[in-house]
């Protein structure tokens, strides 16, 4: 098959080298890390190394930077997972739509199989995670779902504090 005869999500593949992945794992340990500190990192001066940064933000790589929060330090120390049970002929935008605009929803995963989509909740305590978990249910579509508290996570590169802990 001929290049061009691929569906379109197959030829917007970004074709990245050795000096341009190490440069995106610098850049996801610290996404406020100096274009000097990267250039020393990937033996590279400045210059190139901002030109490449360019490039892969133009491409669409590196889509945005983002600050990571301590949230228990916030108030909102609950981290929960809730499984959400949709009836057979539900479509996707309903399911997206149900919970996303609930303020404790920090994303909502769409998935094949059982269950239909998982919902990541942030809340202050368990009474709230209870509350929002009756507000997804009396959305009226809802037919089943399954929370489950998150302990602790970790992110490559970096490693974000337990709820509760300093």
């Known amino acids: 098959m001929k290049r061009g005869t691929y569906p379109a999500w197959v030829n917007d593949s970004v074709e990245l080298d050795s ?89 909502v995963f769409t998935v094949a199989g059982d269950p239909d989509a998982l919902v990541r909740v942030r809340v202050a305590g368990v009474q709230h995670l209870k509350e929002v978990i009756d507000k997804m249910r009396r959305s009226g579509h809802i037919i089943g779902t399954k929370t489950l508290m998150i302990l602790d996570s970790h992110r490559r590169g970096t490693r974000r504090h337990s709820p509760g802990t300093d």
Do not use: C
């Open 19 to 107: 000096v341009d992945r190490k440069i995106l794992d610098l850049l996801v340990q610290d996404g406020r890390r100096s274009i000097l500190n990267i250039a020393e990192e990937v033996n590279l001066s400045p210059a190139p190394v901002k030109r490449r940064i360019d490039r892969l933000e133009r491409a669409g790589v590196i889509a945005g930077y983002t600050a990571i929060l301590d949230h228990s330090r916030l108030g909102d120390s609950i981290e929960a997972f809730t499984e959400l049970r949709f009836a057979g002929d539900t479509n996707v935008e309903s399911i997206t739509g149900t919970v996303i605009d609930l303020p404790e929803v920090v994303e």
